[in-house]
């Protein structure tokens, strides 16, 4: 088998884990997979074994390390200014380096059980006048930097490596799935200057906001498409595995109706209800922890965002302007790609550590450390 060849990228999501390899040398030899629906997570290391036989097989390699594409509750963002005077000297990268590791320092001394995953420079206020990216060859008196952090909890993360590390893989990136999903997608409403992407998955909603192409918002909220399975399964009185089958087939397969005690209209009724809530939550969310005020262009996407359609959209009661995002294993994955091996200006590169190769013993320790 050859080796390197290929990048491997995993989204772990909670009820389905994705994955795509990446020829580095032809881009267009790429290979996807995804696993069956995971109502919890006991089968994710078989799942995980067939994906990596899969992936191996295709590609004729063998996986030693894979990047990972993590979602989670308890994600946290934040922004911080700091600032530094340098005296009218010409301007060093070595001085952003300066400022970005002061930031760094102080997120990670008042939260210390979080990893930060990104760093992205929003601002450069320069002798008081803003630029979005770092100018060349000029002369500065003051510097002020507007960073914004988006960070996972350190326990999510180890729980990850720990559980790739059965199958002999390390983890080198990590990324946060649905801040890199936003990443590949917003170029594709470049004309609104106000735009949300906000992600249903099975058991969270993550929020993501730009204001003129920058980044000022990133969330995660504990209610998800799960949250509406739940609810047609307690109104209908049927077991959580029919209330899932009759939300995916909403509006697609209506011969599951046939011969049963309730309407379509009634299904309906209990899916919009719970969606709406969903979306009203994410509106509020939005304004209290942003400067948005007024409408604003909204991007749904996610697992939980697809029992609606073209079909039904037009029948929310909603103000927002509202698109639905549909995405396939290759966007998601694609965008995680894109985000570790493309350039993005205002996002500094996290580099992760170097793995070093341990004997049994040191594997053997590690993993019960």
Same mark, same amino acid.
């Given at each position: 088998?050859?080796?390197?060849?290929y990048?491997?990228?995993?989204d772990?999501?909670?009820?389905r884990i994705?994955?795509?390899?990446?020829?580095?040398?032809?881009?267009?030899?790429t290979?996807?997979?995804?696993?069956?629906?995971?109502?919890?997570?006991?089968?994710?290391d078989?799942?995980?074994?067939?994906?990596?036989?899969?992936?191996?097989?295709?590609?004729?390699?063998?996986?030693?390390?894979?990047?990972?594409?993590?979602?989670?509750?308890?994600?946290?963002?934040?922004?911080?200014?700091?600032?530094?005077?340098?005296?009218?000297?010409?301007?060093?990268?070595?001085?952003?380096?300066?400022?970005?590791?002061?930031?760094?320092?102080?997120?990670?001394?008042?939260?210390?059980?979080?990893?930060?995953?990104?760093?992205?420079?929003?601002?450069?206020? *320069? &002798? +008081?006048?803003?630029?979005?990216?770092?100018?060349?060859?000029?002369?500065? /008196?003051? %510097?002020?930097? $507007? #960073?914004?952090?988006?960070?996972?909890?350190?326990?999510?993360i180890?729980?990850?490596?720990?559980l790739f590390?059965?199958?002999?893989?390390?983890?080198?990136?990590?990324?946060?799935?649905?801040?890199?999903?936003?990443?590949?997608?917003?170029?594709?409403?470049?004309?609104?200057?106000?735009?949300?992407?906000?992600?249903?998955?099975?058991?969270?909603?993550?929020?993501?906001?730009? *204001? &003129? +192409?920058?980044?000022?918002?990133?969330?995660?909220?504990?209610?998800?498409? /799960?949250? %509406?399975?739940? $609810? #047609?399964?307690?109104?209908?009185?049927i077991?959580?595995?029919?209330?899932?089958?009759?939300?995916?087939n909403?509006?697609?397969?209506?011969?599951?109706?046939?011969?049963?005690?309730?309407?379509l209209?009634?299904?309906?009724?209990i899916?919009?209800?719970?969606?709406?809530?969903?979306?009203?939550?994410c509106?509020?969310?939005?304004?209290?922890?942003?400067?948005?005020?007024?409408?604003?262009?909204?991007?749904?996407?996610?697992?939980?965002?697809?029992?609606?359609?073209?079909?039904?959209?037009?029948?929310?009661?909603?103000l927002?302007?509202?698109?639905l995002l549909?995405?396939t294993s290759?966007d998601?994955?694609?965008?995680?790609?894109?985000?570790?091996?493309?350039?993005?200006?205002?996002e500094?590169?996290?580099?992760?550590?170097?793995?070093?190769?341990?004997?049994?013993?040191?594997?053997?320790?590690?993993?019960?450390?």
């Amino acid at each position: 088998m050859g080796s390197n060849n290929y990048q491997v990228y995993f989204d772990c999501g909670f009820s389905r884990i994705r994955a795509g390899a990446f020829n580095k040398i032809n881009l267009k030899e790429t290979f996807y997979i995804k696993s069956k629906f995971l109502f919890d997570h006991l089968e994710i290391d078989t799942e995980i074994q067939k994906i990596i036989t899969f992936l191996e097989k295709n590609t004729n390699e063998y996986i030693g390390d894979v990047n990972l594409m993590i979602d989670s509750p308890e994600m946290l963002s934040i922004g911080i200014s700091v600032s530094k005077k340098i005296d009218d000297s010409h301007l060093r990268k070595e001085d952003i380096q300066f400022l970005v590791q002061e930031a760094k320092q102080q997120i990670l001394k008042h939260y210390n059980n979080q990893n930060i995953v990104h760093i992205v420079i929003n601002n450069y206020k *320069i &002798n +008081n006048i803003d630029y979005d990216y770092l100018p060349q060859d000029l002369k500065c /008196n003051f %510097i002020s930097l $507007d #960073i914004f952090f988006i960070c996972l909890p350190i326990e999510i993360i180890e729980n990850f490596k720990k559980l790739f590390y059965k199958f002999d893989i390390l983890v080198n990136q990590i990324t946060c799935s649905s801040y890199a999903k936003t990443l590949n997608y917003k170029n594709n409403f470049s004309s609104y200057k106000d735009i949300s992407f906000i992600d249903i998955g099975f058991s969270k909603t993550s929020i993501t906001t730009y *204001i &003129n +192409n920058k980044i000022i918002y990133s969330n995660v909220l504990p209610i998800g498409g /799960n949250h %509406i399975t739940k $609810d #047609i399964s307690k109104v209908l009185k049927i077991d959580l595995e029919q209330a899932e089958n009759l939300k995916i087939n909403f509006g697609k397969n209506e011969d599951l109706l046939i011969n049963k005690d309730f309407s379509l209209e009634l299904l309906q009724k209990i899916i919009f209800a719970r969606t709406e809530e969903i979306l009203e939550i994410c509106v509020e969310s939005i304004k209290l922890n942003s400067i948005i005020t007024g409408q604003f262009k909204m991007i749904i996407m996610g697992d939980g965002s697809k029992i609606l359609n073209n079909q039904y959209m037009n029948e929310i009661s909603f103000l927002n302007d509202i698109d639905l995002l549909e995405e396939t294993s290759e966007d998601i994955c694609q965008s995680g790609f894109k985000l570790v091996t493309g350039s993005n200006k205002q996002e500094v590169v996290i580099v992760p550590k170097k793995h070093t190769k341990q004997g049994f013993f040191e594997k053997l320790f590690l993993f019960f450390k």
